[in-house]
């Protein structure tokens, strides 16, 4: 693994590469983490699937975005629209320094939504890899609010409860008012078709959601499959702490378009 920092002057990310072993593809990965408490539940998850890929002759690259990690800025700077373009910014770094031709991107929940946004904006994919994604972003607030209620529910002293938006905290990590209306906004079942690329949905267990996306794309006539992997654990955000089937199926999935 190789540390290092890219981007801008001002807007410095930090990005860690997992270089090709063996033969190498001329296609390489870059991972898109999902944000808060989901990074560092999937922290581990990510590691272990760049290697995975890494041994299989991918160039893998992971960062953090801006304001999160140990990318500059801070957290109250976070917004889809800069992440979006973090993404470009990592595809861009790993094409410079391994010179691969291609570039897919693997995305996990909110990552995974702006990977979408990514494509849609004009980065050319070799594939769009949406692990468990956000498909709306007002139920995928309204989910980690209901399970920060659960938690509050098991505490002894439970603070009183206030909206998200004003209290900008989520499950204990900053949630600004900015970043919870963008989030809000996204609905990947309602966007436009992003230029053709094989977009692969890989969930643990199904959801309303996901078959919405699924008829979405179906409707646009985007290249598409829908891979149901169940795990043994509880699925969503968990089940990526014992994801290894679904890790493998993600692997197999960029070897068949690399």
Known sequence: MTP??????????????????????????????PAAQEYMLTHWAFR?????????????????YYGTGDSAGEVHEGRVSTWVQDIRHAANELQDVTGVQRVALV???????????????????????????LVEGAAWIRELEQLQQRRAARTLFPRPESPVEVRQELLGFAFPRAL????????????????ATRTHLVAGAPKPEYARLQAHLEKTGLPSQHHLVPEEGAGGQESALLSNRILQTITTLLKEAA
């Open 107 to 133: 995305g996990f929940r909110l990552g995974a939504a702006l990977a979408v946004r990514a494509a849609l904006e004009g980065l050319s994919t070799a594939a769009l890899v949406l692990w468990e994604p």
């Open 48 to 64: 272990k699937l760049a290697g995975m890929l890494a041994r299989e002759g991918f160039h893998v690259f992971r960062f953090d």
């Open 4 to 33: 290092c920092f890219f981007g801008t002057s001002e807007r410095q990310l930090f990005g860690m590469h997992h270089p090709a072993q063996g033969a190498e593809r001329t296609t390489g990965v870059v991972l898109c983490y």
């Open 180 to 195: 919870h209306d963008d989030i809000l906004a996204l609905d990947l079942a309602a966007l436009p078709t992003w230029p």
